[in-house]
């Protein structure tokens, strides 16, 4: 007679011995991942449900692929006696993918809560941008009314050796005028107090150069073929970009005008589209407004193109212009002008200001 314990029992034991052997190794498994997993940074405050979601998910996965294994370990026909491995090595992929989603979650966290998202790209920001615009109540410009624009500007003063000073800021500001035909007198400036005519030599009608709100509306609203239509315009100089030229007359549309929101939206979503645009997380105007940049860089003449959007409103600051790397006896880090733009409206006369 065999003992108690042994005998028909013993399979029994050993399945009950493995087991328990499988409930270790889990319990172990559950507490090297944990303990392998980022730990929460102190300084952010990590939504709880987000963390909670994606580690029962992991669990879950870790759990699926252990009971799988363990199925496979007690079948009757074959008897395996598991080596306790790394967590990392047994984790299966779909639990690999969802460690990193919560890795992304616990260091990187939400948004920043001050209206900024320092995780998005030039493009992303760009479309935002270009949302706002499409949305912004802007009245049609009749030809016999003036755009208005004030602003605080500075510019570099070229010196013989190549070098650079930048100027004192100072205000400035500018009558434009809508008339689409060729005219000579094409508006009215007062800049550092002192006014001035602003004329071309043998006329100008509205066009790249003068860009009125009547010529800006006649632009195509699909971004493609706006982008097609603007590098067929751009003339650069020898020693810079196409692509570069293309970005600094958008620039130039955005500025000193006034443009029906469809074509603004369009003009932002073309730009994006422009290689080499990037996101900066802050830009200052030259009224020292801080802000969200959209630059590009000119690698043929080293110079940067820098606008520069509030963070909540997205209306556009004001940009700058500067060196990215040493050029002759300028300096990197050099700027060769910068502009924020303080108000905008449409009057009806040369030197009248809006009233809102």
């Known amino acids: 007679m065999n003992a108690a314990g042994s005998g028909p029992a013993r399979p029994e034991r050993e399945r009950e011995d493995a087991a328990y052997e499988d409930t270790a190794y889990e319990d172990t498994a559950r507490e090297e991942l944990a303990r392998l997993l980022p730990p929460v940074p102190a300084e952010r405050d990590v939504p709880s449900a987000p963390y909670l979601h994606h580690k029962d998910r992991l669990m879950q996965h870790i759990d699926d692929d252990q009971n799988r294994t363990t199925v496979t370990a007690t079948a009757p026909a074959r008897t395996v006696r598991r080596r306790l491995l790394r967590p990392a090595l047994l984790m299966p992929a779909a639990g690999l993918a969802l460690a990193g989603a919560l890795a992304v979650t616990l260091t990187a966290g939400g948004d ?91 006329g100008s009608p509205a066009g790249p150069y003068r860009p009125t709100y009547q010529w800006l509306a006649s632009l195509p609203t699909d971004p493609d073929a706006l982008l097609k239509e603007l590098y067929r315009m751009a003339t650069p100089d020898e020693d810079v970009e196409k692509a570069q030229a293309v970005f600094n007359r958008i620039g130039s549309f ?95 006369h040369y030197r009248e200001r809006p009233t809102s």
């Open 112 to 202: 920043s809560g001050d209206g900024s998202h320092p995780r998005e790209t030039a493009t992303v920001l760009l479309d935002r941008i270009a949302g706002t615009a499409a949305k912004s109540d802007v009245k049609p410009v009749r030809q016999d009314q003036f755009v208005y624009v004030k602003s605080v500007t500075a510019g570099a003063e070229m010196k013989e050796d190549g070098s650079s000073t930048l100027e004192p800021r100072h205000e400035r500001e500018v009558w434009m005028s809508q008339q689409v035909k060729r005219i000579t007198k094409t508006g009215e400036m007062k800049e550092n107090g002192e006014w001035a005519r602003m004329a071309e030599l043998g």
């Open 254 to 348: 955005l500025g000193e005008t006034v443009m029906p929101p469809e074509n603004a939206a369009a003009l932002y979503k073309a730009a994006a589209k422009i290689p080499g645009v990037t996101r900066k997380e802050d830009a200052v105007d030259a009224a020292g407004r801080h802000g969200v940049g959209i630059a590009r860089v000119d690698k043929r003449s080293g110079e940067a193109t820098e606008w520069v959007f509030d963070r909540d409103s997205l209306t556009l600051l004001g940009e700058r212009s500067y060196l990215t790397r040493d050029v002759g006896a300028g300096k990197k880090g050099d700027v060769m002008e910068k502009t924020a733009y303080l108000k905008r409206g449409i009057v009806d």
